[in-house]
């Protein structure tokens, strides 16, 4: 997997074909480890230079491991995004044509899950993380819930999404607040959500601060209500990008997180139709309540083995 970065803006990265990742994935006749299972956030990363990081500890002692690396840390990340234009191209990294494949893949994964948890609802409301410029919102979410509120840490782009949202309201579906505010300081209304939505925002987040917020967060959803995380995936470990100060995670990272935060995959789609140099983006859908297994009396596995006549 070398993922390395060459251009950055945290919703976009350009990654690099694997020099290094082919060599740890050469088919060497080596002797096979024993399968002890590594924790992901034990896998080693790399940063936008290329250098090489143990582990996520190591790179988070390095980067927010006391409270004046941590503020700087946050200070970079929202300074970064001050400094870009409140466009789509800006918030796309420069990458605007993925503004489409993006919304019609959200689209289809959110109706799904719209149709199952809420079939018979009448009012919907949502929550746009690290909105930007309004853009999933304009797009998306203000078709499918009658309230909308985006939270947004840099004021221009809050200032551009008030304004693109002002003509797309009406009585029926509008946003609703707009809260400049970044996400680890935040903690909505009790039960106010059906449906929280974090794309492209939370590798600004430290693993600690990702873990507190989907905890607060969880207070703020409706029964049956759902977080939808859209994010860049790394193949393994994570990528720091040294210049906005935001990282990308892998799968089984995420995984691990969620886990942390007591939140279950209810769904999960991988985006399709992005151009070949960006990472993987992937969709979650999670749930505080672990998904309803389905019952089966004997599994298919055995149904098909023969019977072993003693
Ligand atoms: N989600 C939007 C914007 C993506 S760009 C979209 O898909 O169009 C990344 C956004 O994350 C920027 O608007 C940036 O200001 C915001 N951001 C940066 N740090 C943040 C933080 N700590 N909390 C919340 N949002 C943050």
Redo the contacts with the bound molecule.
Sequence with gaps: MRENVLFSS??YKFTLTPTHICFFSLQTPKLRRSRVRTKAMEVGGLDSKGREFKNAEEMWREQAGDPSKKCDW?KH??GY?EGVEASVNG??GGYAQVNEPDVEGSEAFLNTLLSERFPNSDHLAALD????IG??TKNLLIRYFNEVDL????SH?LDAARENLGHTSSDKHKATNFFCM???EFTPDAGRYDVIWV???IG??TDDDFVSFFNRAKAGLKPGGFFVLKENIARTGFVLDNEDRSITRSDSYFRELFQKCGLHIYQSKDQKGLPEELFAVKMYALTTDSPKRVHRTRSKVKANMPRIIK
Aim: net charge neutral.
């Design positions: 945290p919703s946050y990340g929202v995004w918030v796309l993380c690290g909105s930007g853009r999933v939270l947004e840490p840099v782009f970044p996400l680890q794309q492209w925002c600004h987040l």
